[in-house]
């Protein structure tokens, strides 16, 4: 009987998810097309006006970013994401409502950022592999290889980010929102202000790491704010 | 779990605090240092210091006395060629030598290489552009190349490989001995230039190759130069002298592959780390002068060798005492305050990443400065909990000085040792 109410309740969270993100969850690809849009006629209108070398030495040897529109869109999603998804639970201390779920509420947390994280890991794997293929069209394969590597540093800002919105909104205490918000933004900064290509290589696995880190951090200030409130 | 997910957050505003509180807090001390150039007047047979502090030039010789701009200029005329020909001050001779402007710009190669070029990642495709290019002059070549387990190029307008010119070109290497896959490449894309000298390829034996495109066709060169594993990269070099083909760097030398039959020729350096530190070198047609410096050291190397370049003359030049006083005073501080930093970019590499580093503070001082921070996390419990802190606390607080107690401090405690203390979040 616990267990039909524990399904229940977890096919009521992921129809209350579905709801929250079926037209907003939405915006960051219809933003993403139109980045990708922005990327192909960039290196389309260079190569047709001053033909394929102009495109090769701009991007080769002056590091001329046809992508570049897209540095803070990951970062966007992550926001967006998060706040569409958290905004509706936690405001008007709406929060109290999760701890009364016949599941557990870490496990429900953990749904609701698994199902928001899928979304942005499917955002930033259409963007790489789209705007691997976009450059493929026009460029060697090196200069598609190193596009993701340079892409990839803006995606893991995107992770932190709906990591650090969702551990801002969820947090009870103004402090610690202030908190983690700048701490967010030092690491999220650090991963989208470089100029050149592939400027992170070295230093994925370190901020893949920190990614992993900020979801870990998540379920301690649930746990607080279930005792705050109870 | 919740451990876990607490040190996690504690880690990471640690990590933050550990990128931002010193940054700002070092704004306080003054960062006017002196920085120097030093060249070697072959006439008056004495080094000439150009010091730079705060936006403003100064220089003198080494034997403390001051000189002003046109006797600066005067002292080092290959260096300021230019300037004493505007002003009708090119001197006849130097040091016996009967001065030739055109010999002189002949012999003027001047090379700079700083650590940051050595990491930059870059797309693996290089340019061989047409080394006798005619009446046209030098030209960005229609296709670059890439090296697999043959020579591919590439061309840019309809972004496919050129068969024939791979074939042709992948014969010529592997006719010259070339062994695939290579391990380095070095080539100039510059078409600011003199002439063109192709590229230098190492390959998977270690062994150099040179290859030029001449009217279209490959044109190889197989040396007797086979390099240590150790090899960081290769340039190729076009100096209006002709006297060598190229540079091989090392983690700890540098090598002049020369113009006759690219015989290496180490650079008479003292303890150069071509991956942390700055070199430059100028060659005039009497000597070369080679300097090497670490940023944020107050101290610079210096070389002057003769045309063959065996070591005629050392000097190390360090900062004066009161800067080396002002950047006690600022280790020292930090240190006291912060037992390490985190910065995300450094000026030696182009890569972003995690790099940690220390004040250079004695180790009192770090000590000293962790136990005020330990003391003052206690008094803080005391007051805030009324009892002491857990012994994870303190030990998180051990390994992270300020940065943990004031972590703790915002977030709360890592471990309950009073029931009624709430844990952080």
């Known amino acids: 009987m616990k267990n039909m109410h524990a399904t229940q309740a977890v096919r009521g969270l992921l129809y209350k998810e579905w709801i929250k993100l079926r037209y907003l969850g939405l915006v960051p690809f219809a933003l993403l097309l139109v980045g990708l849009g922005d990327s192909f006629y960039d290196m389309h209108g260079m190569k047709s006006a001053n033909g394929g070398l102009s495109l090769w030495n701009a991007v080769i040897f002056r590091s001329h970013m046809p992508f570049e529109p897209m540095r803070y869109l990951p970062l966007f999603s992550g926001v967006w994401l998060a706040a569409v998804q958290f905004v509706p639970e936690c405001f008007n201390r709406r929060l109290r409502l999760f701890f009364h779920l016949p599941v557990n509420e870490h496990k429900a947390l953990f749904l609701i950022l698994g199902l928001g994280a899928g979304l942005l890991s499917a955002l930033v794997g259409i963007l790489c592999l789209a705007q691997a293929c976009i450059t493929s069209l026009f460029m060697p394969a090196e200069a598609a290889r190193l596009s993701i590597l340079t892409l990839a540093p803006w995606c893991l800002a995107g992770f932190i980010a709906y990591a650090a919105t969702a551990l801002i909104l969820i947090e009870t205490s103004p402090v610690r929102r202030l908190w983690h918000g700048g701490a967010g933004t030092v690491f999220v900064l650090a991963l989208v202000d470089a100029r050149g290509y592939g400027s992170h290589i070295d230093g994925l696995p370190w901020f893949g790491l920190i990614a992993a880190l900020w979801f870990a951090t998540i379920s301690n200030v649930l746990d607080r704010a279930k005792r705050g409130s109870s | 779990m919740m451990l876990l997910s607490r040190l996690a957050l504690a880690l990471l505003s640690v990590l933050a605090l550990a990128k931002i509180l010193p940054g700002y807090v070092e704004q306080v001390f003054p960062r006017d240092y002196e920085t120097v150039l030093i060249a070697y007047s072959a006439d008056q ?348 606390d303190l030990l998180f607080v051990l390994l992270t000085g300020w940065f943990g107690a004031i972590t703790l401090a915002v977030l709360g405690p890592l471990m309950r040792r009073c029931p009624d203390l709430p844990i952080s979040g």
């Open chain 2, 45 to 392: 047979e004495r080094l000439i210091f150009k010091h730079y502090r705060g936006g403003n030039w100064s220089y003198s010789d080494d034997r403390g006395n001051r000189l002003t701009e046109d006797e600066m200029r005067a002292a080092l005329p290959f260096a300021h060629i230019r300037e004493l020909e505007r002003l009708g001050r090119l001197p006849d001779e130097v040091a016996g030598w009967p001065f030739d402007p055109e010999a002189a710009a002949r012999h003027g190669t001047r090379m700079r290489l700083t650590p940051r070029q050595l990491d930059k990642p870059d797309f693996s495709l290089y340019t061989l552009m047409e080394s006798v290019p005619g009446v046209k002059g030098l030209e960005t070549p229609p296709d670059l190349f890439r090296m697999t387990d043959r020579i591919e190029f590439i061309d840019a307008a309809s972004n496919r490989i050129d068969e024939d010119k791979s074939r042709r070109f992948s014969r010529a290497l592997a006719a010259a001995g070339f062994t695939h896959p290579a391990r380095l490449v070095g080539d100039n894309a510059s078409t600011l230039k003199s002439y063109d000298n192709g590229a230098l390829l190492v390959d998977a034996q270690w062994r150099v190759f040179h290859l030029w495109q001449v009217n279209g066709e490959p044109r190889v060169t197989r040396t007797d130069t086979i390099l240590p594993p150790s090899v960081l990269a290769i340039r190729v070099l076009q100096p209006p002298s002709r006297e060598y083909h190229g540079i091989v760097i090392f983690p700890d030398q540098l090598l002049l592959l020369d113009w006759e039959n690219h015989i290496p020729h180490r650079l008479p350096l003292d303890g150069h780390r071509p991956a942390a530190e700055s070199f430059s070198a100028e060659e005039t047609p009497l000597h070369w002068e080679f300097s090497h410096a670490r940023n944020e050291t107050g101290v610079r190397k210096f070389v002057l060798a003769d045309r063959q370049l065996n070591p005629l003359l050392r000097h190390t030049w360090h900062e004066g005492d009161a800067d080396a006083g002002k950047r006690a005073i600022r280790a020292n501080s930090m240190g006291l305050l912060f037992p390490f930093r985190l910065e995300f970019h450094i000026d030696e590499n182009t890569q972003r990443s995690l790099y940690f580093s220390t004040f250079g503070a004695p180790w009192p001082a770090t000590l000293a400065g962790i136990a005020a921070a330990l003391c003052a996390y206690i008094l803080w419990c005391r007051r805030r909990h009324g009892c002491l802190p857990h012994g994870l």
